[in-house]
């Protein structure tokens, strides 16, 4: 098992910048894709980013250019930096860890931490 701890949540305005974190724990050399996820209200969740080991990633279309993901392996821990952060990037973020051989990291779950974008 692998337990994920979010961190970094909050309120912000537009164009302001959070950093959101994610410690993993537990079995994590079963894991490979470490990611977010973000689900606003009354919508569904969405894959924002993914990161490999071998620090291969991925962002949806509607983050580029403006959120980075980066990871540190020894730390076992996995980084979202949100930059010129808009009102629509408001909602909960989850943590996701996935296990080799899977493409998306939604095998575990974090608690989900909070991201407010005021206008």
């Known amino acids: 098992q692998v337990q994920l701890v979010e961190s970094g949540g909050g309120l912000v305005q537009a164009g302001g910048s959070l950093r959101l974190s994610c410690a993993a724990s537990?079995?994590?050399?079963?894991?490979?894709?470490m990611g977010w996820y973000r689900q606003a209200p009354g919508k569904q969740r969405e894959l924002v980013a993914v990161?490999?080991?071998?620090?291969?990633?991925n962002l949806a279309d509607s983050v580029k250019g403006r959120f980075t993901i980066s990871r540190h392996n020894a730390k076992n821990t996995v980084y979202l930096q949100m930059d010129s952060l808009k009102p629509e990037d408001t909602a909960v973020y989850y943590c996701?860890?996935?296990?080799?051989?899977?493409?998306?990291?939604?095998?575990?779950w974090g608690q989900g931490t909070q991201v407010t974008v005021s206008s």
């Open positions: 996701g860890a996935g296990l080799w051989g899977r493409p998306e990291p939604n095998n575990y």
């Open positions: 537990g079995d994590t050399f079963s894991i490979n894709a």
């Open positions: 990161i490999l080991r071998g620090n291969s990633t």
